[in-house]
Nanobody
């Protein structure tokens, strides 16, 4: 069975940091792009960052550039999102999803992990 499990969320003060991880199983990890998305209360789900596993190509949405870092561990089939200098507007449920590089359509996604940035 295909599984994408996101974990690492929590409550953090503004300016703090969290590290999210996405554990993947049930598909050939190296053949996919893993993306992080987030959905804030009352808002649409937005893309945050993604990484092409095979060659490490990376994308960040503008609002997180310089603060978030995505990385992969091919041996553990995991993708991490290091989030520094967190802001209240980063509050959301974060999801990881997987797609093949040749399509913008994400095939797989898992349950999210909640991030709350508040003092």
């Amino acid at each position: 069975d295909v599984q994408l499990q996101a974990f690492g969320g929590g409550l953090v003060q503004p300016g703090g940091y969290l590290r999210l991880s996405c554990a993947a199983s049930g598909f050939t990890f190296g053949d996919y792009v893993i993306g992080w998305f987030r959905q804030a209360p009352g808002k649409e789900r937005d893309g945050v960052s993604c990484i092409k596993i095979r060659d490490g190509d990376i994308y960040y949405t503008n609002s997180v550039k310089g603060r978030f870092t995505i990385s992969r561990d091919n041996a553990k089939n995991t993708v991490s999102l290091q989030m520094n200098n967190l802001k209240p507007e980063d509050t959301a449920v974060y999801y990881c999803r997987a797609r093949r590089p040749v399509t913008p359509v994400y095939d797989f996604w898992g349950q999210g992990t909640e991030v709350t940035v508040s003092s």
